[in-house]
């Protein structure tokens, strides 16, 4: 399994490379997703939304992560009414869990794996699958993210791993 040594940080909250950070990935999430959508079901087959919150929670750190978490679904709908309203709380919950888990791993391993990425992005849909079960109280909508987004996961682990490894070369 391939590893690669980057140089990962831990932003405080209040700065202004944070601000910074957090515009270029919430940006990110917003142009991501409108391109994605433009195949049918692109946003359920890819799960868009979520890759530059991994990104930026691993190489910037738990705020950045949870800022684009956050930020990113609520931008996006105020803009473009996508993701639906009654769907803002489980994209951030799904969100702020992958910004977690993201930048848990990148802290404890120092290093960038696609092991370490699969285990990010397992996390965040196994839990936020039984916290969207609790709040929707719709096993179909909870599985939704397993059934149609294994393209998109597979984005987030592979595609995140290419692109952590690119940033750290520049």
């Known amino acids: 399994m391939s590893t690669s040594t980057v140089k990962l940080y831990n932003l405080p909250l209040l700065s202004t490379r944070t601000a910074m950070c957090v515009g270029l990935f919430t940006l990110s999430n917003v142009l991501f997703p409108q391109l994605v959508h433009l195949i049918p079901n692109g946003g359920f087959i890819f799960l868009p939304i979520y890759f530059f919150t991994i990104i930026a ?7 950045v992560g949870l800022l684009t978490a956050l930020l990113s679904p609520v931008v996006n709908h105020l803009l473009f009414g996508m993701p639906a309203e009654g769907m803002l709380n489980v994209i951030m919950i799904k969100g702020a869990l992958a910004a977690l888990a993201a930048s848990y ?4 391993t120092s290093q960038v794996s696609i092991m370490a990425l699969l ?12 916290a969207e079960w609790a709040i929707t109280s719709s096993s179909a909508a909870a599985l939704q993210d ?3 987004g294994v393209v998109g996961m597979a984005l987030q ?9 690119y940033v750290a070369r520049k």
């Open 57 to 63: 929670a691993y190489k910037c750190g738990l705020s």
């Open 105 to 108: 791993v990148a802290r404890k």
């Open 119 to 130: 285990a990010v992005v397992v996390f965040y849909q196994v839990v936020g699958s039984l």
């Open 146 to 148: 397993l059934r149609m």
């Open 157 to 165: 682990v592979l595609g995140g791993y290419a692109f952590l490894r």
